[in-house]
């Protein structure tokens, strides 16, 4: 297939674009810039994954502008630009992330269930929203909530190996917060797997079938790299450290399954989290 890509040098994308090309397809990266008139002709699925950084930085007030400028309008534009084409492209995927359903306690949440509320669960309610064009236009339209992505590359595993490695890794906060992580391959697979799934439309979680607590996690990654654990950091050295960011990206607990992804019939390569760890971090 021919495949446009925004995002591509992002951590998921530069996967995605070397998993893709693997696979025999063509794939062009697509700029940040869809202000221009663009042309898909012949291009069969359009994937967009670029946005502005959650978690690099404090989140002032100008970095919360740029995180939702740069999903919400640039999502509005590219869906205006592919819903408006001549050529449109089969499908149309766009990304969007569990922060949807914010802080959730141990409540189980699949694609059905409501959206949370908070700064991120508004971007995301706002990001998936503005994809409507493109589903008006008949395109197959579909809006990826990603979970933690675990990667000895980059994202939040990369940030936590440095103390871990030394011993000085721990629990954030109580540790009873959920954690719904997946792999870098499985989060790759499944995107491909989602262009050529005819049937699958929508919200869809791309997430492990086994999300874990902060504690479990903890304790599964000490265990993987032969280190103890027993440095905790508490809740409000959190906030001290990471301002509102602590809050919606370390302590809040979001328990999600991918109900949507499975009964589609994915085939996971890493459902549990100490395989995982262990596949990344050999």
Not at 151 to 179: D, R, T, V, W, Y
Not at 237 to 247: L, Q, V
């Amino acid at each position: 297939m021919k495949i446009l890509l925004s995002g591509s040098h992002g951590l998921i994308g530069t996967q995605l674009m070397r998993s893709l090309h693997e696979k025999g397809h063509e794939v062009k990266a697509l700029g940040r810039d869809f202000t221009k008139d663009m042309d898909f002709n012949d291009i069969d699925a359009v994937i967009h994954l670029a946005g502005e950084s959650i978690a690099k930085g404090r989140w002032t007030t100008e970095k919360k502008k740029r995180i939702e400028e740069s999903r919400v309008a640039g999502t509005t534009l590219l869906s205006q630009q592919i819903a408006e084409s001549p050529h449109k492209p089969r499908v149309f995927i766009t990304a969007s992330a569990i922060g949807y359903y914010g802080e959730r306690g141990n409540e189980i949440l699949d694609e059905c269930s409501s959206a949370g509320t908070g700064f991120l669960a508004e971007v995301c309610r706002k990001w998936e929203a503005v994809s409507l064009p493109a589903r008006k236009a008949g395109i197959r339209t579909v809006n990826i909530r990603t979970g933690i992505v675990l990667s000895e590359k980059g994202g939040a595993l990369s940030k936590m190996l440095p103390p871990f490695k030394i011993g000085a890794g721990g629990i954030i906060g109580n540790g009873k917060q959920f954690m719904s992580w997946i792999s870098l391959h499985d989060l790759v697979e499944a995107i491909t797997f989602l262009i050529n799934d005819d049937e699958s439309v929508g919200a869809i979680n791309l997430v492990s079938p086994k999300p874990i607590t902060n504690h479990e996690f903890t304790k599964t990654l000490g265990h993987v790299l032969h280190r103890p654990t027993i440095m905790p950091l508490p809740a409000f050295a959190a906030k001290i450290m990471f301002g509102e960011m602590a809050e919606a990206l370390l302590l809040s607990s979001t328990k999600v399954i991918p109900k949507k992804l499975m009964e589609a019939g994915f085939k996971y390569k890493h459902e549990d989290l100490r395989e995982a760890l262990e596949d990344i971090l050999r």
